[in-house]
Structure formats: C-alpha cells, structure tokens
C-alpha cells in the first residue's frame, strides 16, 4: 500500500486553464474494488511445497472469478472472460495468505488477492461487459423476524438475524453492516421504531456504525399445513418506510423442510439484489464521456485542496479543468463518464454535494451545504492508494514542501496560494 502524501512536486501551469487528471491510483470509497479476501485453498499433494503451489493457483484463479463478479451484474455472469492461468498469474498485484497450515502432503490457508486494476478493466472492456468499481457507504441492515404478532430484532431467537450475521456479504461493492446486537444498539432502536420507519432511531443506529443509511430486512415464516411446504417472505424496506418496499420476494422450499431451513437462501438472494441494483445504478459508461462545468465555493486554500482531494477519488470523474480559482469560489469543468445522475450519486458518496439553480451548477462539500460547521471544511484522513494502477498517466501533484520543476522540465511556477487572488 502506498499512501498518497499531502507533500508533492508543483503541477506546472499550462496556459491559462490547469488540467488535473485524475490520479490512477485514486482509491476506492469503502476497501479496495480489485482486492479479493477470504478465498479458503486446499490442496493435496506429493509434498508440501507442490501442495502450496497448486493451492496458491487455484485460489488465484477462483479469486479473479469472484473479482469479475464483484464488478459485473449477474446477468452478465455467463459470459465472463475465463484466461489461463498465465493470463490471470499477470494480473495478479500481490497476494497474501493467513491462517497457514500443512502437514507433508497438504496446504489449507487463507488467501487474499489484489489484482492490477488496468488489465482487468482492458478485459472486461475487451468482452464488451459494463462493470462497476464504486463501493457504497456503509448501509446498516436491521434484520427482523416476524413471527404472528411478535417482531424480534435483539431479542433471542431471531433467525433471520443469525443467517444474516453467518452470510459471507464482504465480497461485494455494497458494505452492509449487520449489528450484533450490543447494548448501545438495543438502546439505539427497537423492532417496532425500525418497522415504523421512525427518523431519529434509524439514524441514531446508523450513525453508531459509520452509515449513511438503513435497511429493514422483514422475514414472515409461513407454513402450508395441507402440502407440508414452508415459505418465507421476505420484505426489504429502505429506513422502514412503508411505502418504500425495494424487495419482497416469497422463497418456497421442499414438503417436509424446515422454513428455518430456508433463510440463508433467502438472505443471500436480498444480498445478491442489493448489490445488483447498486452496480447497475454505477456501471462506468465508457461509451459516454461528458463534461458539466461546477462552481465550487471557497474559504481559501485548505478548502480548495480538500474539494479537490475527493474529486480524485472519483472513477467517474477523468480528469478537471480549473477555469478559474480564487479565495472565495473555483469554477471547475469535470470530464465524467456516465450522466448527472450517476454523478450526483458518486460526488454525495465522497460527501460533495452537487446542485443547479438557475441553470448554474454549484459543487460543495455535504457538511457545508448542511450549514453545521460555519462553512468550514473538515480535513480528509490520509488516503490509502494501490500501487501500480496506470489507468491514467501520473502527473506531479499540486502542491509540495519542496518545489522542484516537474518531470518534463516545466519552469517551477509559484505555489498555489500565491495565485489565487482576492
């Protein structure tokens, strides 16, 4: 991992308009889109070491599947690439393996995957397959279960709830969040409050695990005593809101089966939808570049750079022309794939917020619009950026402690701050 460093080399001023590409290496929202985790290998073999490399092979080969499904729809699974192992061995970034374990014929361990963002994109784009690779913000799932007149959410049993907390839900772009069930979350919401869709308890829960949003997820067991067959139905709500049904699905299983026995299935189908809807709602549309100009408000320097910070981390956005910049307001043209909807979402999910009155469109970051802060920023954390990503040729970076002429021997120009102007 390499972190990107608030400290860079001057981008030299190119004519009157400076052009940022975006960086290559911009980082994803939530985790990293083109690692894979998780992946359980397991081989058999004359010995340890060829055990180990056999293991370490097909765990690669069944991570770089599971990669290409975590960024396509599921529609489109049927028609994956499949490359050689040769193929896929050159993709691969880096690897990791944890909970080791052998004996003289056997490897067993835990394997994580990062593959080199640029190939795989050539590839999917090569088999003319849409993908996405922007994460979601956290989204808090509160599982209910529904069962006659009770609804249980914290109270044991609940289900619905354990096959929600056992469902391997970290492999998508979507990070849902499924509370366990502490004491701060029993006070924070209860069955009933979470059913009614009450604001304040929604956000209290969510806001105590880093989410933007909630999810109730309703399971009603059912059981036809004529046929022996049990059903679920299964309702998924955003924040609870009645009229806000996303999903409601009945799962019918075997006579003579269990409807417990039917949960997993039915969360993994909610799961799998959520996720689907999401990366629909997100695929990169190479085939229709855009451009939208923005008027960006300013409170001097720090602001700008923290504006332009999340910006970068934007797959949408490709590259940004600063028109012009000075203490109070930056007017910016965005180079974007996709249209203003798509871009609305990506910007709000890096906390811009992006509007129009008039005609005028005005880029701002969320807690700033929201007025809570006196119009001040709040600085970024240190990004985490994957190395080797060439998606886009890199460039100097805007600012540095110690300017140096860049690269291509561009004359040093004067820092940032000396140029804008009152």
Do not use: C
Not at 184 to 212: K, T
Not at 250 to 268: C, D
């Amino acid at each position: 991992m390499v972190t990107r460093s608030a400290a860079a080399r001057i981008l030299a001023w190119l004519g009157p308009v400076l052009l940022i590409p975006v960086l290559a290496g911009a980082p994803a929202l939530a985790g990293e889109p083109f690692t894979v985790t998780a992946v359980a290998i397991d081989a058999t073999a004359e010995d340890a070491m060829v055990a180990k490399a056999s293991a370490l092979a097909e765990g690669k080969a069944r991570a770089f599947r599971r990669l290409l499904e975590k960024l396509t729809l599921e529609r489109h699974w049927a028609r994956l690439p499949r490359p050689t192992a040769v193929a896929i061995e050159d993709m691969v970034q880096g690897f990791e393996v944890a909970d080791e374990r052998r004996s003289q014929l056997r490897y067993l361990a835990d394997l994580t995957v990062r593959f080199k963002p640029e190939p795989v994109r050539a590839l999917l784009r090569g088999a003319r397959i849409p993908f996405a690779e922007t994460a979601s913000a956290p989204i808090v799932v509160l599982p209910i279960f529904q069962y006659g007149s009770a609804a249980r959410l914290w109270d044991d049993p609940n289900p619905w709830r354990d096959a929600w907390l056992g469902f391997e839900i970290r492999h998508g772009l979507v990070d849902l969040v499924i509370p366990i069930g502490e004491l701060s979350d029993v006070v924070a919401i209860d069955a009933l409050q979470a059913l009614a869709g009450e604001p304040a308890p929604l956000r209290r829960i969510a806001e105590r695990h880093g989410a933007d949003s909630t999810l109730v997820a309703t399971a009603r067991p059912n059981f036809d005593l004529a046929t022996g067959v049990p059903s679920v139905t299964v309702t998924l709500r955003r924040g609870g809101a009645e009229t806000e049904v996303l999903f409601s699905e009945r799962i019918t299983g075997a006579a003579g089966s269990s409807a417990a026995g039917l949960l997993p299935e039915a969360v993994a189908q909610v799961a799998r939808r959520i996720d689907d809807d999401w990366k629909a709602q997100n695929l990169l549309a190479f085939d229709r570049p855009a451009e939208i100009v923005v008027v960006v408000p300013l409170d001097g320097l720090e602001s700008w750079l923290q504006v332009r910070r999340r910006l970068e981390r934007l797959r949408q956005v490709r590259s940004i022309e600063v028109i012009s910049l000075s203490r109070q307001e930056g007017r910016l043209r965005l180079h974007y794939l996709g249209d203003e909807p798509r871009l609305t979402t990506a910007l709000a999910l890096t906390h811009l917020t992006l509007s129009e009155v008039d005609g005028r469109w005005t880029l701002r970051p969320a807690i700033l619009a929201a007025g809570t802060d006196g119009g001040k920023d709040v600085a970024a954390p240190d990004i985490a950026v994957p190395a080797g990503d060439p998606a886009l040729p890199p460039l100097p970076a805007l600012l540095s402690d110690d300017p140096v002429a860049a690269e291509n021997d561009v004359p040093v120009k004067p820092g940032l701050d000396e140029l804008l102007v009152e």
